[in-house]
């Protein structure tokens, strides 16, 4: 893909991401995968996922880094969607999970503070993503590394 026409669609990519926060991750449990919803929400063009520090999703990070994210797409009454592949790790900086924590929408409904021992922070970062755009049926792919 040439470099003009992938930027143009990392462009559309991330509209996409800005307006749609409610994704599926899915992690691998030993062998076996699990999917689940969750919310990605980013600032400083860093992606991340606040969660209960016992949740499973949490260990399965920490025992295999590699997880995918899958966004769904509605427009006009057609589907589509985001498939973005990557690596996640738990946050374990206190500066980061308090900046981090002004970021989630919720994070106060559930969370007594960035201290708060249930509060866990996992970050995202997708090197590659598959788009199928509402209503087409092919895919696109290009790097979401961020350099």
Same mark, same amino acid.
């Not at 930027?7 to 559309?12: D, H, I, R």
């Not at 924590?101 to 249930?118: L, S, V």
């Given at each position: 893909? #040439?470099?003009?026409?992938?930027? =143009?669609?990392?462009?559309? $990519?991330?509209?996409?991401?800005?307006?749609?926060?409610?994704?599926?991750? =899915?992690?691998?449990?030993?062998?076996?995968?699990? +999917?689940?919803? $969750?919310?990605?929400?980013?600032?400083?063009?860093? *992606?991340?996922?606040?969660?209960?520090?016992?949740?499973?999703? +949490?260990?399965?990070?920490?025992?295999?880094?590699? @997880?995918?994210?899958? @966004?769904?797409?509605?427009?006009?009454?057609?589907?589509?969607?985001?498939?973005?592949?990557?690596?996640?790790?738990?946050?374990?900086?206190?500066?980061?999970?308090?900046? #981090?924590?002004?970021?989630?929408?919720?994070?106060?409904?559930?969370?007594?503070?960035?201290?708060?021992?249930? *509060? #866990?922070? $996992?970050?995202?970062?997708?090197?590659?993503?598959?788009?199928?755009?509402?209503?087409?049926?092919?895919?696109?792919?290009?790097?979401?590394?961020?350099?």
């Amino acid at each position: 893909m #040439a470099r003009n026409s992938e930027s =143009a669609l990392l462009g559309e $990519i991330l509209s996409w991401l800005r307006q749609n926060q409610y994704v599926y991750l =899915a992690t691998c449990d030993k062998k076996q995968p699990r +999917v689940r919803p $969750i919310v990605l929400y980013s600032f400083e063009d860093r *992606y991340f996922f606040t969660t209960f520090s016992g949740n499973s999703k +949490v260990a399965q990070v920490n025992a295999n880094r590699w @997880v995918e994210v899958c @966004v769904p797409l509605q427009e006009d009454g057609h589907n589509g969607y985001l498939r973005l592949s990557g690596i996640a790790k738990v946050v374990s900086n206190s500066g980061l999970k308090a900046e #981090a924590a002004e970021y989630c929408y919720f994070f106060d409904q559930f969370f007594g503070g960035y201290d708060d021992p249930d *509060y #866990a922070l $996992i970050e995202f970062e997708p090197d590659y993503v598959e788009y199928m755009r509402p209503g087409e049926n092919h895919t696109q792919g290009c790097s979401f590394r961020r350099n």
